[in-house]
């Protein structure tokens, strides 16, 4: 140990060694010490792995397997459980080393607290560089903006002048000196001395006994003027004025208006005592708001009266003076006076004065007075005064009365026998004594009635000896009646038989006129019986009109001879059921024969879906057998799965995907097997193969794909290769043909004819309803099960996408309509209408059918049957876009295919009109065309359901469609935003404009919403001219023949216009479907008639062309 004294640091060496050692000789076991201890993970406890000599920097724990989490923090450590940070990363400082070491420092290094460790850089100085050195003179500190420099620090007593850019003397005028400034900004530190201001204490202040100004502008000129004076001033219009000499301390007064703090002397007032008090016998006058002087204490016998604004001297009756405020007497009043001021005389009192508050007589009053006051003399027709009380004597002298005995007695009250008096009751008036004779009544007032016996009565006026002849009552004064000679006295009963032709106790009534010679008894019962036609034991009721003969029972009214055609029961007062073919049966009513369509004993019962209305009367079995889609003795079973038509004999055949179909007409929901068409798939089809003709070559070759012969192609060819010729190749193209022969045309109106007839027998089941079995949409689709292609098409606010929707065993296409969650809720809310709506409506073949609703995270879909041909709207146009010669002839086949579109949506609309629903947007972007060209009318996002809609009035009200649908706005949806059934005849009006024009826009010209409504048929402009003076865009060509010139229907602005060259008849239906007022347009089914004749009869004869549209390239 002494050699190892001397050296300071060998222990520690020798220490190390030892340990190291230690570490080296260890049994080889595994280290589980941090590499992140200082000098290495060797230098930790073994068995704690605590190391031995802290961390490295970034770490810290007992083990140093912790990060530092403070930001720019380089060494760190646990202080009772908290982190903080023992050195910072270079160029940060501060606890938690946020802050950075300034710019200005060399290395841009600091310590801990900021201060540059290795000085500053060139120019600056202080502990953290934070001074620059400046060429300002008295200048302590630079600082730069994007511009200049400029003094941020000046010595003590001068301050940065910006306007000379040099340190400036403060003010000498600071309190405390040049030195009291801020160095910064030249401020005085404690303020200014007197007559001195401004914030750099430079201005001087001119005003007299003024302690502080303020410099203002007086318009253009700035003047100075003082805020606060001394004591015994105050400030006006910016100078010092003297308080008042008249104020009760003229050295004190409020300093900004002068107001005498303390009073006025006496004789003075106002709130500067400066108005002389010149009310007379007014020690202190006072303003009541500034225009009206009162005085505040009058002299002493004097007191303030409002009334005479004065000084009035105090009452005379006062004992000792009076309230000099009001006047009121402070001492009490002399005797025989009371009130406030003692201004009022006692009354006639009795023995001592009145009391001097309410002048009351304390002990009465006086002889002949009386009341509270003793102000009332006694009446004089009063007995006693003593006993007059609450206004009212005692008692009266004779032949007075009354509570003051101020009335008379009447003069004829009988007098008193005694002392000759007349008395009468002191309250009442009445009589005492009674009355004299001949009077009578309470006061003998009234005389005996001159019907009494002898003219003498009682005191009540009963006839003390009775009536005389033909009067009867107490006091004679009722007559008997005329029908009896004698009557009863007390109550005027006759007490002899009636006259003739009356009856009762008192022979007022009188024998009913229909009785038998006007005879009846006391109960006015006829006696000799009934005149003819009536019947009751008085002969008052009248035989019922429906009794043959009209002829009854005298007493029950049965008719005796039998009831009249349509009645039955005793009394013939029972009507036959209106459904009875003629007449029914007298006692049960059971009709002898039933009208068509009934049956049952009172043909209460329908014969439903029998076929031709006709069953048996007694069973209800269906004669003639059933109507389609019903089967049963009664009609009353729906057509099984795959069975339709009447009696449901037919069986469903040719449906795709071996679907079902309607039980109505056996419409097939997919569409039909490859070969087969038409709407029940019962029709083979013909498959046309188009081959492109040579440039030089004006002919088309047409191959079809049957084993037929020569012969039959030939004749195949000639009849129906224009129709089939779109209908099997491709959609567009109904119109495309030349010029037919006569025979031609003539086998074709045969054909044609008897296609019409069958739609026609078709039609009638159209318009009624499908049984609930028939029903569809109502399935929810599995998103799994349905496929879309990548082609869109737009919709009116959607876009839609065909698609494949697996069934169980096939597939089969459908028309998809998508609709984004993220649209607005108004959108989605039509977008879901639409299949509340249609999801109900049973299957009709003019309806595109709903098949069901299908939902992701994204969209929502509602499917529908697909359509091969597309929309009309696009038919029509590419009939347009195809022709090249528009004046060319085409064959009437092309009028026959567009107007039956038009029938055919029709048929739809009488079918929803009778579900009640209105589809408001009739037009033929909303119709579509299957294989067959039959139209569908789809979309009905704006449709009504009239039984839920909102009524006003009898009214149906709805939001109005969108602008751009203008043209289907008839003018009652304009103005009042009511609509009917008549609002979609409007639409049919539209659909045929767009069929005549080929799909033209119905966008309406002029200001949108401010059309004038249409003019009544004939109120029309030039002819051949529409409202601007050019034809109408679209019109179609019409030959002069069967037309007539083009005019508007509509007025010039917001309504549609007859097309230029219209054909006739379209334009008559045009017409009648535009009536301004609804009640006068045509209802559906007539239309569907008119239509319906005209492809029948308007056939082109002897090469005349009713109606061109174009003619295809």
Same mark, same amino acid.
């Given at each position: 140990m002494k050699a190892l004294q001397g050296h300071p640091y060998t222990f520690p060496k020798l220490f190390l060694f030892v340990l190291l050692m230690l570490i080296v000789t260890s049994n080889g076991?595994?280290?589980?010490?941090?590499?992140?201890?200082?000098?290495?993970?060797?230098?930790?406890?073994?068995?704690?792995?605590?190391?031995?000599?802290?961390?490295?920097?970034?770490?810290?724990?007992?083990?140093?397997?912790?990060?530092?989490?403070?930001?720019?923090?380089?060494?760190?450590?646990?202080? *009772?459980?908290?982190?903080?940070?023992?050195?910072?990363?270079?160029?940060?400082?501060?606890?938690?080393?946020?802050?950075?070491?300034?710019?200005?420092?060399?290395?841009?290094?600091?310590?801990?607290?900021?201060?540059?460790?290795?000085?500053?850089?060139?120019?600056?100085?202080?502990?953290?560089?934070?001074?620059?050195?400046?060429?300002?003179?008295?200048?302590?500190?630079?600082?730069?903006?994007?511009?200049?420099?400029?003094?941020?620090?000046?010595?003590?007593?001068?301050?940065?002048?910006?306007? @000379?850019?040099?340190?400036?003397?403060?003010?000498?005028?600071?309190?405390?000196?040049?030195?009291?400034? *801020?160095?910064?900004?030249?401020?005085?530190?404690?303020?200014?001395?007197?007559?001195?201001?401004?914030?750099?204490?430079?201005?001087?202040?001119?005003?007299?006994?003024?302690?502080?100004?303020?410099?203002?502008?007086?318009?253009?000129?700035?003047?100075?003027?003082?805020?606060?004076?001394?004591?015994?001033y105050f400030t006006s219009h910016g100078m010092c004025e003297k308080c008042s000499d008249t104020c009760l301390d003229s050295t004190s007064c409020d300093g900004q208006n002068g107001k005498c703090v303390s009073g006025c002397k006496e004789g003075w007032y106002g709130d500067?005592?400066?108005?002389?008090?010149?009310?007379?016998?007014?020690?202190?006058?006072? !303003?009541?708001?500034?225009?009206?002087?009162?005085?505040?204490?009058?002299?002493?016998?004097?007191?303030?009266?409002?009334?005479?604004?004065?000084?009035?001297?105090?009452?005379? *009756?006062?004992?000792?003076?009076?309230?000099?405020?009001?006047?009121?007497?402070?001492?009490?009043?002399?005797?025989?006076?009371?009130?406030?001021?003692?201004?009022?005389?006692?009354?006639?009192?009795?023995? @001592?004065?009145?009391?001097?508050?309410?002048?009351?007589?304390?002990?009465?009053?006086?002889?002949?007075?009386?009341?509270?006051?003793?102000?009332?003399?006694?009446?004089?027709?009063?007995?006693?005064?003593?006993?007059? %009380?609450?206004?009212?004597?005692?008692?009266?002298?004779?032949?007075?009365?009354?509570?003051?005995?101020?009335?008379?007695?009447?003069?004829?009250?009988?007098?008193?026998?005694?002392?000759?008096?007349l008395y009468c009751d002191k309250d009442t008036g009445e009589c005492s004594d009674g009355c004299p004779p001949s009077y009578r009544g309470a006061f003998c007032n009234i005389t005996c009635h001159d019907n009494c016996y002898n003219d003498i009565c009682d005191l009540t006026g009963n006839c003390s000896y009775g009536c005389k002849r033909n009067y009867y009552g107490t006091d004679c004064n009722k007559r008997c009646s005329q029908n009896c000679d004698m009557c009863h006295q007390g109550d005027g009963k006759c007490s002899v038989p009636c006259r003739q032709g009356y009856y009762g106790e008192y022979c007022t009534n009188k024998c009913s006129d229909s009785c038998l010679f006007q005879t009846c008894d006391e109960q006015g019962t006829c006696v000799s019986g009934c005149e003819a036609g009536f019947y009751g034991s008085s002969c008052q009721k009248v035989c019922n009109s429906n009794c043959m003969d009209q002829t009854c029972h005298r007493f029950t009214g049965y008719c005796t001879q039998g009831c009249g055609p349509g009645y039955y029961g005793n009394q013939c007062d029972v009507e036959c059921s209106p459904k009875c073919l003629k007449n029914c049966t007298r006692d049960l009513g059971f009709c002898l024969g039933c009208k068509k369509g009934f049956y049952g004993n009172r043909c209460e019962e329908v014969c439903q879906y029998c076929y031709n209305d006709t069953c048996a009367q007694g069973t209800g079995v269906c004669t003639q057998g059933c109507e389609v889609g019903r089967t049963g003795q009664q009609c009353a079973s729906s057509c099984q799965k795959g069975r339709f038509g009447r009696d449901c004999k037919l069986?469903?055949?040719?449906? %795709? !995907?071996?679907?079902?179909?309607?039980? @109505?007409?056996?419409?097939?929901?997919?569409?039909?097997?490859?070969?087969?068409? *038409?709407?029940?798939?019962?029709?083979?089809?013909?498959? @046309?193969?188009?081959?492109?003709?040579?440039? !030089?070559?004006?002919?088309?070759?047409?191959?079809?794909?049957?084993?037929?012969?020569?012969?039959?192609?030939?004749?195949?060819?000639?009849?129906?290769?224009?129709a089939v010729c779109h209908r099997r190749g491709r959609c567009p193209g109904a119109c495309a043909l030349k010029k037919k022969s006569e025979s031609d045309l003539q086998g074709d109106r045969q054909n044609y004819q008897a296609s019409l007839r069958k739609t026609s027998v078709e039609g009638s089941d159209l318009l009624m309803s499908s049984p609930p079995s028939a029903r569809v949409g109502n399935l929810t689709i599995d998103p799994a099960d349905l496929q879309l292609e990548t082609t869109e098409m737009k919709g009116l606010f959607y876009m839609v996408k065909i698609g494949r929707l697996q069934h169980t065993q096939s597939q089969s296409t459908v028309m998809v309509k998508l609709l984004c969650k993220a649209t607005q809720r108004r959108l989605q809310s039509d977008f879901l209408h639409e299949v509340e709506v249609v999801r109900t409506l049973d299957l009709h073949r003019n309806i595109l059918s709903y098949i069901g609703l299908c939902e992701n995270e994204r969209f929502i879909h509602s499917v529908f049957e697909a359509c091969g041909c597309g929309d009309l709207k696009k038919y029509l146009t590419n009939l347009k876009r195809s022709s090249s010669d528009p004046s060319s002839n085409t064959v009437q086949l092309c009028y026959m295919e567009l107007i039956k579109f038009v029938v055919d949506i029709l048929h739809a609309l009488v079918f929803l009109h009778n579900n009640k629903i209105i589809h408001r947007l009739v037009g033929a972007q909303n119709i579509y065309l299957d294989n067959d060209y039959t139209a569908k009318l789809a979309n009905f996002h704006f449709a009504i359901k009239t039984r839920d809609a909102v009524r006003e009035n009898g009214t149906i009200r709805a939001r109005k469609l969108p602008q751009r649908y203008a043209a289907w706005m008839p003018p009652e949806a304009r103005g009042e935003d009511t609509y009917s059934h008549y609002t979609d005849m409007w639409g049919i009006g539209v659909l045929l404009w767009e069929v005549v024009t080929l799909g033209s826009s119905t966008h309406l010209q002029g200001t949108p919403g401010l059309g004038s409504p249409p003019a009544t048929p004939g109120d029309h402009t030039a002819p051949g001219t529409s409202p601007n003076n050019h034809s109408t865009p679209g019109a179609s060509t019409v030959d002069p023949r069967g037309s007539r010139p083009g005019r508007p229907l509509m007025a010039p602005i917001g309504y549609l216009t007859i097309p230029i060259d219209c054909d006739r008849f379209l334009c008559q239906c045009m017409e009648q479907c535009w009536n301004p007022i609804p009640e006068n347009r045509p209802t559906f089914t007539p239309m569907v008639r008119k239509l319906s004749a005209s492809l029948t009869r308007r056939w082109p004869g002897n090469g005349e062309v009713l109606m061109s549209v174009s003619t295809l390239v």
């Open positions: 076991e595994e280290s589980h010490c941090s590499e992140n201890c200082r000098y290495g993970e060797e230098f930790c406890r073994e068995e704690t792995s605590h190391c031995l000599y802290g961390c490295d920097d970034g770490f810290l724990g007992e083990a140093c397997g912790q990060v530092c989490s403070i930001l720019y923090c380089k060494a760190c450590m646990y202080n *009772n459980s908290k982190e903080i940070c023992t050195r910072c990363k270079d160029g940060h400082y501060g606890p938690d080393c946020l802050q950075q070491c300034s710019d200005t420092c060399k290395n841009k290094k600091c310590d801990r607290y900021g201060r540059c460790i290795f000085g500053c850089k060139e120019n600056h100085h202080g502990e953290k560089c934070e001074h620059q050195k400046c060429s300002f003179v008295d200048c302590l500190s630079c600082a730069y903006t994007q511009y200049e420099s400029y003094c941020s620090e000046c010595v003590k007593g001068k301050y940065w002048n910006p306007y @000379i850019n040099n340190c400036t003397n403060c003010s000498d005028h600071c309190i405390g000196g040049q030195l009291a400034c *801020n160095s910064s900004n030249g401020i005085c530190n404690h303020g200014c001395e007197p007559r001195w201001f401004g914030y750099l204490c430079d201005k001087y202040c001119p005003v007299d006994n003024c302690t502080q100004c303020r410099e203002v502008f007086h318009g253009t000129q700035k003047v100075k003027e003082c805020q606060v004076c001394n004591d015994g500067r005592c400066n108005k002389m008090c010149r009310i007379s016998n007014c020690r202190k006058c006072e !303003d009541f708001n500034q225009n009206h002087i009162y005085c505040e204490i009058c002299e002493n016998g004097f007191y303030w009266s409002s009334k005479d604004s004065n000084c009035s001297h105090c009452p005379p *009756n006062c004992t000792n003076g009076c309230n000099i405020s009001d006047g009121s007497c402070i001492g009490g009043c002399k005797n025989g006076y009371y009130g406030n001021q003692c201004d009022t005389m006692c009354g006639h009192c009795a023995n @001592i004065p009145c009391n001097e508050t309410n002048g009351y007589c304390l002990q009465g009053c006086q002889k002949g007075w009386y009341g509270t006051w003793c102000m009332s003399s006694c009446p004089i027709h009063c007995r006693s005064c003593v006993d007059f %009380k609450n206004n009212t004597c005692g008692a009266c002298e004779p032949g007075w009365y009354g509570p003051r005995c101020e009335l008379k007695c009447s003069e004829f009250c009988k007098r008193n026998s005694y002392s000759n008096f069986s469903c055949s040719n449906c %795709k !995907d071996n679907t079902l179909c309607g039980a @109505i007409n056996g419409t097939c929901l997919l569409g039909c097997i490859d070969g087969w068409t *038409n709407y029940n798939c019962q029709r083979k089809s013909l498959r @046309i193969v188009h081959y492109t003709q040579e440039p !030089d070559s004006e002919r088309s070759t047409i191959a079809i794909s049957t084993s037929a012969t020569v012969g039959v192609l030939l004749t195949i060819i000639v009849i129906v290769v224009g």
